[in-house]
């Protein structure tokens, strides 16, 4: 396409054609549009006649091509909408998720039923990523002390970014699950996580846009999807307080052999399993007492 005196809508109609014969989604384009011009939705239609500048044309030509060859929009965009809020994301991060926000919705309504009599409750997310979790807890739930974990030590950089940049004073830790709290003998009232859930077997059937670009680390655990539950499992035990809530995002279809996990743990444990808005097991929520 000659990008001289380019209108915008003839950009739009290029990049909605080329994505549509390229298998992708055609509103990408405008998504592209709308952030390389600055423009919101409406104010890119009122100006659907305006000539795009040369240099504008040239980073939404390249946008186009890279998310053709299966990079994520968000990483192009360099940010997600989550619960409201707006997060950098990059590649070191997995990309926030419509599911896990109703995990975020559903443990605040939780922690408010459960601990109703205390003032300040302690509470980690472990695998942080970009920190979508933990920040929307803080700053939904102003009264929580919150702390966030991850292996990865550039994921805790964009999620500390994420957390200065939103307002949410959160601690933060890097390390391989529950281990550096075990170490620090540190203690909590509810312990979150979106951890990796997708069994191996699953890579050959998804679409190149998550396996070649968001991080495995993030995504695979063993062949069954469940490594991550059995080590929380493991050392679930040493972090909690007598009165304890642990909230997991999971798989569909891996309800019951999580909620197992948890019995097959804890003497004192009520599982509920709650589905997502599509109405798929999405969920897994346990109410531990260790007295």
């Given at each position: 396409?000659?990008p001289?005196?380019k209108?915008?809508?003839e950009?739009?109609?290029?990049?909605?054609s080329?994505?549509?014969k390229?298998?992708?989604?055609?509103?990408?384009?405008?998504?592209?549009?709308?952030?390389f011009?600055?423009?919101?939705?409406?104010?890119l239609?009122?100006?659907f006649?305006?000539?795009l500048?040369?240099?504008?044309?040239i980073?939404?030509?390249?946008?186009i091509?890279?998310?053709?060859?299966?990079?994520?929009i968000?990483?192009?965009i360099?940010?997600?909408?989550?619960y409201?809020?707006t997060?950098?994301?990059?590649?070191?991060?997995?990309?926030p998720?419509?599911?896990t926000?109703?995990?975020?919705?559903?443990?605040?309504?939780?922690?408010k039923?459960?601990?109703?009599?205390?003032?300040?409750?302690a509470?980690?997310?472990?695998g942080?990523?970009s920190?979508?979790?933990?920040v929307?807890?803080k700053?939904?739930?102003?009264t929580?002390?919150?702390?966030?974990?991850?292996i990865?030590?550039?994921?805790?950089?964009?999620a500390?970014e994420?957390a200065?940049?939103?307002?949410?004073?959160?601690?933060?830790s890097?390390?391989d699950l529950?281990?550096?709290?075990?170490?620090?003998?540190?203690l909590?009232?509810?312990?979150?996580s979106?951890?990796?859930?997708?069994?191996?077997?699953?890579?050959?059937?998804?679409?190149?846009?998550?396996?070649?670009h968001e991080?495995?680390?993030?995504l695979?655990a063993?062949?069954?999807?469940?490594?991550?539950?059995?080590?929380?499992?493991e050392?679930?035990p040493?972090?909690?307080?007598s009165?304890?809530?642990?909230g997991?995002?999971?798989?569909?279809?891996?309800?019951?052999?999580?909620?197992?996990?948890?019995y097959?743990t804890f003497?004192?444990?009520?599982?509920?399993?709650?589905?997502?808005?599509?109405g798929?097991?999405?969920?897994v929520?346990?109410e531990?007492?260790?007295?």
């Amino acid at each position: 396409m000659n990008p001289i005196n380019k209108q915008m809508f003839e950009a739009l109609q290029w990049a909605s054609s080329f994505l549509k014969k390229s298998n992708r989604e055609e509103f990408a384009g405008e998504l592209l549009l709308r952030h390389f011009t600055g423009l919101s939705r409406s104010q890119l239609f009122a100006n659907f006649h305006e000539e795009l500048p040369l240099d504008t044309w040239i980073l939404f030509e390249k946008a186009i091509h890279e998310h053709v060859h299966g990079v994520p929009i968000q990483y192009i965009i360099g940010s997600e909408e989550f619960y409201g809020r707006t997060f950098t994301v990059n590649e070191s991060v997995l990309i926030p998720r419509p599911e896990t926000e109703e995990l975020v919705l559903e443990i605040i309504r939780r922690i408010k039923q459960k601990f109703t009599e205390k003032k300040e409750v302690a509470v980690v997310d472990i695998g942080t990523g970009s920190g979508a979790i933990a920040v929307s807890l803080k700053l939904e739930v102003p009264t929580l002390h919150v702390t966030a974990s991850d292996i990865s030590v550039d994921s805790l950089l964009v999620a500390k970014e994420n957390a200065a940049r939103l307002g949410a004073v959160i601690d933060f830790s890097q390390g391989d699950l529950l281990k550096p709290f075990i170490e620090q003998n540190a203690l909590f009232e509810v312990v979150i996580s979106n951890p990796p859930y997708i069994p191996l077997g699953d890579k050959v059937t998804m679409s190149e846009i998550v396996t070649e670009h968001e991080p495995h680390r993030a995504l695979f655990a063993g062949v069954d999807g469940l490594d991550f539950y059995r080590r929380f499992m493991e050392e679930l035990p040493f972090v909690l307080k007598s009165e304890a809530l642990v909230g997991f995002e999971i798989g569909a279809g891996q309800s019951e052999a999580v909620a197992n996990l948890f019995y097959q743990t804890f003497a004192n444990v009520k599982v509920d399993i709650v589905n997502d808005i599509n109405g798929k097991d999405r969920m897994v929520f346990a109410e531990i007492s260790l007295n």
